[in-house]
């Protein structure tokens, strides 16, 4: 018994040692532990002390920015300035020289009645569908047919089947082909005749409106030709009146010297040109004869061309930003691309003409 009672104590003694051990083990690492959550601890601050520094920095480049931006504005404006004041001593050198006024405002009366056509061609052209209006109407009709010859083709298929049905064995492989046929065209026939009864209404509104618009089309080409034929002839004129003016160094009126400068820039001259063109244009067709303002008002009373050419010739600090160009053949707009007039002036931005020479600002 003795024996035993020794070998218990003493396995009991080599447990108890090695739970002393493993306490001992459990001990260092909880001290690692604790001085891991230091570490951390440490390493949090210095996180929020990053983040309120990088707060600070971006304060600062905020207020820098607001610094920079009021700079450039205010440097935009003194450029404006001194643009307006070298135009006007290129303005007061050329009358003490000399120099012929230029006379763009006296129009002719024949030019008149080519802008009237003009505008009476453009009125016409407006009354008919642009294209991607009939481009519109033509897919619901393409739609339409494209369901009703869907819906025959699977017709044909069941009536197809059907006398196979009629004519072989229920035991032959053909009978049973017939059967698998003859359900599944009927459901796709009876589907596609749902879709085109459903689309039936507006194709036949859609042909409507395109026989219309061919109708009127075919009625008023005469008209709309007239127009872009006066058009093309009345900005060939006032263009050539321009080109005389600028050949003979004539000091040209105010309300174009605030908008375009007294001479076109050496580079890109050709759309100072055809901008040029197009505001005269303006003032022939809407009879504007202010003498500072290049447009004149805005009209009383809402005039479909003319209310969208204004929109087209927009002024912002009594500059010309943008001239939507529309081809006449074309109802739609071109592409936008940077137009500076003056050289160091402010910037301004042209709409490039599909067709240069026809092309209108409307």
Same mark, same amino acid.
């Given at each position: 018994?003795?024996?035993?009672?020794?070998?218990? /104590? #003493?396995?009991?003694?080599?447990?108890?040692g090695g739970m002393e051990h493993e306490l001992y083990?459990?001990?260092?690492?909880?001290?690692?532990?604790e001085d891991l959550d230091y570490e951390l601890r440490d390493i949090r601050g210095d996180i929020r002390s990053l983040g309120d520094d990088l707060s600070t920095v971006r304060n600062d480049l905020t207020e820098l920015d607001d610094d920079v931006r009021g700079h450039i504005q205010d440097t935009d404006q003194a450029v404006k300035r001194l643009t307006g004041r070298v135009q006007a001593l290129e303005a007061r050198l050329l009358a003490a020289g000399g120099a012929p006024l230029a006379d763009l405002d006296t129009i002719d009366p024949e030019w008149k009645k080519l802008a009237r056509t003009a505008s009476h061609g453009w009125h016409v052209r407006s009354g008919l569908?642009?294209?991607?209006?009939?481009?519109?109407?033509?897919?619901? /009709? #393409?739609?339409y047919e494209g369901a009703v010859e869907e819906r025959d083709e699977h017709r044909d298929k069941v009536v197809e089947a059907a006398g196979i049905l009629a004519s072989q064995p229920r035991t032959s492989r053909e009978f049973k082909q017939a059967v698998m046929d003859f359900g599944m065209s009927r459901t796709l026939a009876e589907r596609h005749?749902?879709?085109?009864q459903k689309l039936a209404g507006p194709a036949q509104t859609a042909r409507a409106a395109l026989a219309q618009d061919d109708s009127l089309r075919q009625a008023k080409t005469s008209l709309i030709e007239q127009g872009d034929k006066a058009e093309r002839k009345l900005n060939w004129l006032l263009r050539g009146r321009l080109a005389d003016a600028i050949r003979d160094r004539a000091l040209l009126p105010t309300w174009f010297v605030t908008v375009l400068g007294l001479v076109p820039p050496a580079h890109r001259t050709q759309e100072w040109m055809d901008l040029a063109t197009q505001i005269l244009a303006y003032r022939v067709t809407y009879g504007i004869t202010d003498q500072v303002v290049a447009l004149g008002p805005a009209p009383d009373e809402h005039v479909p061309r003319r209310t969208v050419g204004r929109?087209?010739?927009?002024?912002?600090?009594g500059h010309v930003v943008e001239c939507s160009f529309?081809?006449?053949?074309?109802n739609r707009p071109g592409q936008r691309r940077p137009f500076?007039?003056?050289?160091?002036?402010?910037?301004?931005?042209?709409t490039t003409p599909r067709q240069p020479s026809t092309g209108r600002c409307v």
């Open positions: 018994m003795s024996d035993d009672y020794g070998y218990q /104590v #003493r396995s009991l003694e080599t447990r108890t083990s459990l001990r260092s690492k909880l001290g690692e532990v569908l642009p294209g991607h209006q009939r481009e519109a109407h033509r897919l619901k /009709v #393409r739609e005749d749902q879709r085109a929109r087209g010739l927009d002024f912002v600090g529309v081809s006449p053949k074309e500076s007039p003056n050289r160091g002036g402010p910037q301004r931005s042209l």
